[in-house]
């Protein structure tokens, strides 16, 4: 029996973005920065010891990270198959624009799912212990899916707009180190920093993953993590609305 179209999109996704190339980049590159930011850094603030204070902190904010590499995923398969021509190849079949987009969206999220269970095994592996509680587990993956939507959403609004290979992949490094290190995800937010990179924090949705993931993953959540995730919601709507637009408006090929 022939699967429905949007399971088909879907499988489809997965296989050209499960090479091992791409899974360096989705999942060594974010266990790395685990291994070697979290034993590093956690070295420099114990003087040497072997705490893993620092360790915890940065699992959590990894996590969220996920979030953010499952987005370009969703803006890469845009990208390219208005660059070759295979998205008019599939709307010339029994595919439809919704269905292409659903099958985008969705496959960011499976990623964002899949990369945060990664990382919490990496976690088992490195601290020993994670939480398993459900209201844990529903409050850190829910906050991936959302982070995915929002992360997804902003590079398929920028793989509908930008037409030049060097300008899309220069624009999204720039944009992936930016949300990344002005964010929560390594360091908390104080009132230590300049003001600017207070501001950067504050508006970065990074931000406000990272802080209601490790609030699930300790157990700390606060009535601040549940309004930032409603900012979250309303942020990640305003930029769904603008993608869809963007992407309904857009060229169905670059030739």
């Known amino acids: 029996m022939a699967l429905p179209n949007l399971v088909r999109l879907i499988y489809r996704n997965i296989v050209v973005n499960t090479d091992p190339g791409s899974l360096i980049i989705l999942l060594g590159l974010p266990g790395l920065y685990l291994v070697f930011f979290g034993f590093g850094f956690q070295s420099l603030a114990s003087g040497g010891g072997s705490g893993t204070s620092y360790l915890a902190f940065l699992t959590p904010g990894i996590m969220a990270f996920q979030a953010v590499m499952a987005g370009t995923v969703g803006g890469s398969v845009l990208w390219a198959d208005r ?11 029994p595919f439809t624009r919704l269905q292409y987009l659903l099958g985008i969206m969705l496959t960011s999220m499976l990623f964002g799912l899949g990369g945060a269970a990664v990382m919490l095994a990496v976690a088992w592996v490195l601290l020993g212990s994670i939480p398993t509680g459900l209201a844990a587990l529903a409050t850190i993956f829910g906050t991936i899916v959302l982070g995915s939507i929002f992360f997804g959403a902003l590079m398929l609004l920028l793989a509908a707009l930008v037409k030049s290979n060097t300008a899309y992949n220069s624009i999204q490094i720039l944009l992936i180190f930016v949300i990344n290190f002005a964010s929560t995800v390594f360091y908390p937010l104080t009132n230590g920093l300049p003001v600017v990179l207070q501001a950067l924090f504050r508006v970065n949705p990074l931000t406000y993953v990272s ?10 959540l606060t009535a601040t993590d549940g309004y930032q995730l409603l900012v979250l919601l309303a942020e990640t709507t305003v930029v769904l609305l603008l993608a869809v637009r963007a992407y309904m408006r857009s060229d169905l090929s670059y030739e």
């Open 211 to 220: 802080d209601a993931v490790r609030g699930g993953y300790t157990g700390s």
């Open 83 to 93: 660059r070759w021509g295979m998205l008019a190849q599939l709307l010339s079949g």
